[in-house]
């Protein structure tokens, strides 16, 4: 759910200077993990390590995609708002993306990029500059790209075929040093703004997506920024939700997604390599679609319902 809208309005409030704050404590504790583990000279880059980085990320970040639906029906209403439509559209989205993902994975994948890129520059519209928050999403996914070419190239190379993943190579090196000064100008408008403890988790994620393994820093940024961010908005959306339904909702169609992911599996094996963890990459990139179009309705659901 993008509420890019909602957090405008938030700009105005001031949050103040504390670095830390309860909520960014997931990011702060995983963070603080990685990086002793890092110091200790633990390798985070071996083929388990890429392994368990995925299985976090899948099982840490799904669940924020499981709530589309039940948000939208949260702010359906009749005819074209209804909650059919969103059901309709949402499989219908999600059916085109793994006909996508299936038959052209090679135009798939750099499209998957620039849209994930600016689902994430969402997470951070309380900079308050479009430009600037733009700038922040295309920095999250090129940086891992530009800093890491060798081990974020095979997974390219398996998810869309080696020539795509090479022209994806060489364009995240030109593009990553322009968006990465962007965002760190990002930081220092959320300084400016006196929102510090915003500041240190961009500053922070800028600088795991540098020094860590690509799948953790990836891991990191997905499960305790992205998704913990979407979490509290759907729990300011869904107020009344019992942890009954916490637990429904975000287990149960998170375990579907997996299933539906082991279900294709079989129609990525054209591909050079589909080990794990392209395997669910692809998944991710599935499911992002339909959660990408949600987001943009629920915002506009939610617009005509103020
Ligand atoms: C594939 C891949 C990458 C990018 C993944 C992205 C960008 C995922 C976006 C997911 C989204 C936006 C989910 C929505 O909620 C990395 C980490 C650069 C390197 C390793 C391979
Ligand atoms: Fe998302």
Avoid: K
């Avoid at 733009?134 to 020539?163: E, K, R, S």
């Avoid at 279900?263 to 094996?269: C, G, H, I, Q, S």
């Amino acid at each position: 759910m993008n509420i890019a809208a909602a957090d405008r309005e938030r700009i105005a409030r001031p949050v103040g200077r504390r670095l830390f704050r309860p909520a960014n404590a997931p990011f702060w504790i995983m963070g603080s993990a990685l990086g002793a583990a890092l110091l200790a000279g633990i390798r985070l880059d071996t083929p388990i390590a890429s392994l368990a980085a995925a299985i976090v990320f899948l099982l840490g970040g799904l669940p924020h995609g499981a709530f589309d639906l039940a948000v939208a029906r949260r702010f359906a209403r009749s005819g074209s708002a209804s909650y059919a439509h969103s059901a309709a559209l949402y499989a219908l989205v999600l059916g085109v993306a793994a006909i996508a993902w299936t038959l052209a994975p090679h135009v798939a994948l750099p499209i998957f990029l620039v849209l994930a890129a600016l689902h994430f520059a969402a997470d951070w519209s309380t900079v308050g500059e479009r430009f600037v928050e733009t700038g922040v999403g295309v920095a999250l996914v090129a940086l891992p790209i530009a800093a890491h070419p060798i081990a974020v190239g095979d997974i390219f190379a398996a998810m869309g075929g080696v020539d795509t993943a090479a022209s994806i190579g060489r364009g995240g090196m030109v593009i990553a040093p322009v968006a990465t000064l962007v965002a760190m100008i990002g930081v220092v408008i959320l300084i400016e703004r006196d929102r510090w403890s915003d500041a240190a988790q961009l500053g922070g994620s800028l600088v795991a997506m540098l020094l860590l393994p690509p799948l953790w820093g990836f891991a990191l940024y997905f499960t305790c920024v992205h998704s913990v961010r979407h979490l509290r908005e759907i729990g300011e959306a869904l107020p009344g939700a019992g942890r009954a339904m916490w637990l429904r909702t975000g287990t149960g169609l998170t375990l579907a997604a997996l299933a539906i992911g082991y279900a294709l599996l079989p129609a990525m094996r054209h591909l050079a390599a589909p080990g794990f963890v392209p395997a669910a990459f692809v998944l991710l990139a599935i499911l992002f679609m339909p959660h990408l179009i949600l987001s943009a309705r629920i915002d506009a659901l939610r617009r005509r319902a103020a």
